[in-house]
């Protein structure tokens, strides 16, 4: 039985955030930060005040204001702050519709003249409209990556929350590979998926369950929600899941042969694997994103299955939201790892004619190197049934 109060994130953490979020405006110049969450990206107001939007309320609005000096405000959509206030340690929490404009205008009748905007690629453009309209010139309104870079560094508490959340991942791969036999469905093993990891503890899916099985719904679909195809002997099965506890993301995929696959299948595989294993390695503090996918293509390009000068991403930031924005790991990403950094590390690999691979893992950075938050088997060659 998981225990959820040993991995609860207290108060004390959240005003330290808060603290360490405004020495950095302080250093940027930055009068007032802006943070935007919906439902489906809600790392930012969450990891400040502790509260997430309510699915099933358009626009999925929160958000949260943090002047240079002073307190948070909180706002969220009409008829929930009675809950917010529930969850949140802020004191002061309003309706965000009716209370915006005037808190905005108030903030820039009191001299405020930069303004920078977390969230800003997914904010709903009616409050980006409300900014624009009572933030005029001459205050300079810009996207901010400053929470991006701060709640990419996790405590200790975090991390074992997505160590939970790993695991139950794990327990959903493991309920796919049970449920495997000639004659089932990606829906059904989708759904043997998600009822091992609700079962087990999940709080809430942190994305779709993915389940591609066979070359034609493989080899060219990077993903794809899984359909009424059954699986045959021979098949590759692609899978990749995910699930929430206590506020954290799990983001793992890993694939498997079904019964007598072929040599090139076989070989697609083990190289995924290998160019996982090459990128792991080179994955400590210090390093950049480029520097974590440059071994890995280079075993892909090794192996005849990237052109030279071709480079594939090798995954993404990771810990409230499933993806997070940093670090990122393009081949030419400058963002560095930090010290208690997390990210999921993924090898994809689709070859025409073979079938699709994927191995990922959400990971930690330590000083001397990565820690997996994920323990299951990386080699699958799952019998016939």
């Given at each position: 039985m998981i225990d959820t109060h040993l991995n609860e994130i207290g108060e004390a953490e959240y005003r330290d955030r808060y603290r360490r979020t405004q020495e950095v405006m302080s250093r940027d110049g930055i009068d007032l930060l802006i943070a935007w969450s919906d439902c489906y990206r809600m790392s930012n107001v969450r990891w400040l005040t502790n509260y997430r939007a309510f699915d099933g309320f358009i626009p999925y609005a929160a958000m949260a204001l943090v002047p240079a000096k002073g307190d948070p405000i909180l706002l969220v959509t009409e008829g929930l702050v009675p809950s917010a206030q529930a969850e949140?340690?802020?004191?002061?929490?309003?309706?965000?519709?009716?209370?915006?404009?005037?808190?905005?205008?108030?903030?820039?009748?009191?001299?405020?003249?930069?303004?920078?905007?977390?969230?800003?690629?997914?904010?709903?453009?009616?409050?980006?409209?409300?900014?624009?309209?009572?933030?005029?010139?001459p205050i300079r309104v810009e996207r901010s990556s400053l929470l991006d870079r701060l709640k990419a560094v996790k405590s200790e508490t975090e991390i074992r929350n997505m160590k939970v959340a790993g695991w139950l991942a794990d327990v959903g791969c493991e309920a796919v590979a049970e449920a495997a036999a000639s004659g089932v469905s990606e829906r059904e093993l989708a759904r043997a998926a998600y009822a091992a990891m609700f079962e087990a503890g999940a709080d809430g899916i942190a994305f779709d369950v993915f389940v591609q099985t066979g070359r034609e719904n493989t080899e060219t679909f990077y993903l794809r929600r899984p359909t009424d195809r059954r699986l045959q002997d021979g098949d590759i099965v692609m899978i990749d899941m995910g699930c929430r506890f206590n506020g954290y993301a799990s983001d793992n995929a890993r694939a498997a042969g079904f019964g007598a696959i072929s040599s090139e299948v076989g070989r697609a595989m083990d190289v995924t694997l290998e160019a996982f294993e090459a990128g792991m390695k080179a994955i400590r503090a210090g390093v950049t994103g480029a520097d974590a996918c440059a071994p890995a293509n280079e075993v892909l390009r090794r192996h005849g299955y990237l052109k030279p000068g071709e480079n594939l991403r090798c995954g993404h930031g990771t810990g409230m939201d499933p993806e997070e924005e940093y670090p990122s790991l393009m081949p030419h990403s400058k963002d560095?790892?930090?010290?208690?950094?997390?990210?999921?590390?993924?090898?994809?690999?689709?070859?025409?004619?073979?079938?699709?691979?994927?191995?990922?893992?959400?990971?930690?950075?330590?000083?001397?190197?990565?820690?997996?938050?994920?323990?299951?088997?990386?080699?699958?060659?799952?019998?016939?049934?």
């Open positions: 949140t340690w802020v004191n002061d929490v309003r309706e965000i519709r009716r209370e915006l404009p005037g808190l905005l205008r108030e903030l820039a009748a009191s001299g405020v003249r930069k303004v920078g905007i977390g969230g800003y690629r997914y904010l709903a453009a009616e409050f980006l409209d409300t900014i624009r309209e009572c933030l005029p010139s560095v790892f930090f010290e208690n950094m997390t990210a999921a590390y993924a090898i994809t690999l689709l070859v025409p004619g073979v079938g699709g691979c994927r191995v990922e893992d959400p990971i930690v950075v330590r000083k001397d190197g990565a820690e997996s938050l994920s323990n299951y088997s990386y080699v699958n060659r799952w019998p016939l049934r």
